[in-house]
């Protein structure tokens, strides 16, 4: 047992936009790759997402669902926000989690260049024909090394804008709460920020701003389709799932890129890191709080901090107004209410994640470790 007076903190309520938290608690985004071959959302996924809930987390962010039915799907069995059967089949799901008194967000993703599995179409596109670093992902099907994409032209960006601000739209329908435009991680917003990744010479790459534009556009269609009091974010990165060293231009650029985020008809600014407290450079702030500083919005801080000591600290520093938990919440679905109630924390093991990372192993990883427990 732990004295859990210090953490109270985490059990504050909090407004993001128009949108009332019980706590700042959250479920980060986590792809299980679970749905039908077809992108729909499965019973099963209704379980996992309303066991958080349940847990007692405030927010429930959804793993990275796809947009539209060109290029932007990831992975094999990835959910979707594409049609109308993949938002009808989320509307039970959210219904779950809501009934509980929570929040869910859905996240919307394009791939681009990451993509490793997407029936709609053959070969992958990003800003520049340049192949991705790294290997594709194993436990998300992926095999050997990423293709290199075709350039975008300008009726792919038009095409992929419209896929967000239609899925948005998709979202709102579900009865989401909010939508989470990803622009992290390495996937098509954050590859055209990427230099290096963005060779462009048109309006979309050269300086920081050209670089910018396709996110600030896809985040002005998502407002103008879903309207006011309707709660948008966005998620930002240094790392990328196939460069985890990946780092921008230091301080200065980061400034400037959360002063034009936050400029934006957007709620929070979502950042990861993989230890959210720690400088975002060799020294200095880490980057939540470059993004409190420089952004005005609220900030959720994700990485690593499944420790309460750690989670509270970002809160308590102000260099983030929620935290969100990825492992954490996977080791134990009810981690707010063990914090709460000074219960000890299960540790995080990567076997619920491998071979594949989807819920059917989780299942039955839980079962032998039910098994193997002492009786």
């Known amino acids: ?7 109270a903190i985490l059990f504050e309520p909090l407004a993001l936009g128009s949108l009332a938290l019980p706590n ?29 809930a349940d847990g007692g987390f405030g927010l429930v962010i959804t793993e990275g669902l796809y947009t539209d039915e060109a290029y ?5 069995h990835q959910p979707g926000l594409a049609n109308a059967a993949q938002r009808d089949a989320w509307r039970p799901i959210v219904a779950g989690v809501q009934s509980h008194g929570r929040r869910v967000i859905a996240q919307l993703m394009h791939a681009g260049a990451l993509s490793q599995g997407n029936p709609y179409r053959t070969g992958t596109i990003g800003p520049s024909a340049v192949q991705p670093k790294g290997k594709q992902m194993t436990f998300y099907r992926g095999t050997g090394e ?3 994409p075709a350039a975008m032209t300008p009726e792919d960006i038009d095409t992929a804008v419209a896929g967000f601000a239609r899925a948005a739209l998709r979202a709102r329908e579900a009865g989401f709460d909010g939508v989470e435009i990803h622009g992290a ?6 590859q055209f920020l990427s230099e290096g990744i963005n060779l462009r010479d048109d309006r979309y790459g050269g300086g920081l701003d050209g670089r910018l534009r396709l996110l600030v556009e896809v985040v002005d269609a998502v407002r103008a389709a879903v309207g006011t009091n309707y709660v948008v974010g966005v998620r930002l990165s240094q790392a990328k799932v196939n460069d985890f060293t990946h780092r ?8 400037a890129i959360f002063r034009t985020v936050g400029g934006l008809d957007v709620d929070y600014v979502h950042v990861t890191e993989y230890e959210a407290w720690k400088p ?4 200095g702030p880490s980057l939540a709080a470059l993004a409190k500083r ?5 900030v959720i801080a994700n990485g690593s901090l499944q420790d309460p000591a750690q989670a509270m600290g970002m809160v308590e520093r102000g260099e983030a107004d929620v935290v969100s938990l990825g492992r954490g919440a996977l080791a134990q679905a009810d981690w707010p209410r063990r914090v709460r109630d000074g219960a000890t924390l299960a540790s995080f093991d990567p076997a619920i994640l491998s071979p594949l990372a989807d819920l059917a192993n989780a299942v039955r990883w839980r079962t032998q470790a039910e098994y193997l427990r002492p009786g």
């Open 24 to 52: 700042r608690l959250a479920v980060a985004p986590m792809t299980r790759v679970s749905a039908g071959a077809d992108g729909v959302p499965t019973t099963c996924m209704a379980g996992y997402y309303a066991q958080f």
């Open 146 to 148: 990423y293709a290199v």
């Open 185 to 190: 991680n390495g996937y098509l917003l954050d």
């Open 1 to 7: 047992m732990r004295d859990n007076g210090h953490v």
């Open 294 to 298: 420089h952004g005005g919005k609220p």
């Open 248 to 255: 921008w231009g230091g301080e200065e650029e980061a400034a």
């Open 280 to 283: 975002a450079f060799e020294t």
């Open 72 to 76: 932007s799907q990831g992975y094999l």
